[in-house]
């Protein structure tokens, strides 16, 4: 199963945001189920859900047998009672989605008092456009001539994801459909507006505690922390986009 250094963070985060020593946690989001196996590999006791719609029914007809008591499917209502999880996270999936704030409040209904929802995904402000890996492609969703045309100039100068045995144009016809079906790049503040609408309490960033962690020892000791926030926060804001966690309010 591919891996990736977001899902060590995903999963580290998780365990520092829970208010429980052995929390319960939900990947909102899930696809092929890679955090819910590596959080599985480390202990947590760790759940997954997703639409598996469309063309993406095979991932859940395909998830290894481990995952497959552990992992459901999203039909309407999420699948699990009310203040049952202490943490749930979403990995580059609320660009996939038109409206946030009609998933959000199931969301909160199944996180605890005290609970955190945990989200990094692109936003309209952000620069890098991860899904074709090139600089401000998504500016250009609603123009698909000058996209298309963009992409291929792109390729040629050999830049670019998933570029193996595709040429310029089909390539670049991929990654544009793509970027204009499947995604949806929501500006920032209303973002921030939805989750502190639903969930009751204001989001906080967790950007310079993201790319703190991606940088590790490669950060120079010699740097001063408040300056290390402001460079952090600006990598993200152009190359990752936002990872916010908000928590529901405690009970009195």
């Known amino acids: 199963m591919t891996h990736s250094a977001n899902y060590d963070f995903v999963i580290s985060m998780a365990r520092l945001l829970a208010q429980s020593e052995n929390p319960r946690v939900l990947d909102f989001g899930c696809g092929r189920g890679a955090i819910v196996d590596l959080g599985l590999s480390q202990g947590l006791d760790i759940f997954g859900v997703d639409t598996f719609d469309g063309i ?4 859940y007809e395909r998830l290894p047998e481990r995952l497959k008591g552990r992992i459901s499917r999203i039909d309407g209502s999420l699948p699990y009672e009310t203040a049952s999880f202490d943490v749930v996270v979403a990995n580059q999936v609320l660009e996939h989605i038109s409206e946030p704030a009609t998933v959000l409040p199931e969301i909160r209904r199944v ?3 005290g609970g955190v929802f945990m989200a990094l995904f692109p936003v309209k402000e952000t620069w890098y456009e991860g899904h074709a890996g090139v600089y401000f492609a998504h500016r250009l969703q609603h123009h ?3 996209l298309r045309r963009y ?3 792109a390729h040629r100068l050999g830049l670019g ?3 193996h045995g595709k040429d310029s144009t089909a390539w670049s016809e991929h990654l544009a459909r793509t970027i204009e079906t499947a995604c ?3 500006r920032r503040t ?3 507006a939805m989750l502190t609408k639903t969930f009751g309490s204001v989001p906080r960033s967790l950007a310079s505690e993201y790319v703190g962690y991606r940088l590790g020892s490669h950060i120079p000791g010699w740097i001063p922390r408040s ?3 402001l460079l952090f926060r600006a990598v993200a804001h152009a190359r990752v986009g936002v990872i916010l966690a908000v928590t529901v309010p405690s009970e009195d």
């Open 56 to 59: 993406y029914t095979r991932w």
């Open 151 to 153: 992409l291929r100039l």
């Open 161 to 163: 994801l998933y570029r």
């Open 144 to 146: 698909p001539w000058l």
């Open 111 to 113: 996180l605890k008092p």
């Open 184 to 186: 949806y790049y929501h």
């Open 227 to 229: 300056v290390q926030d």
């Open 190 to 192: 209303d973002i921030v």
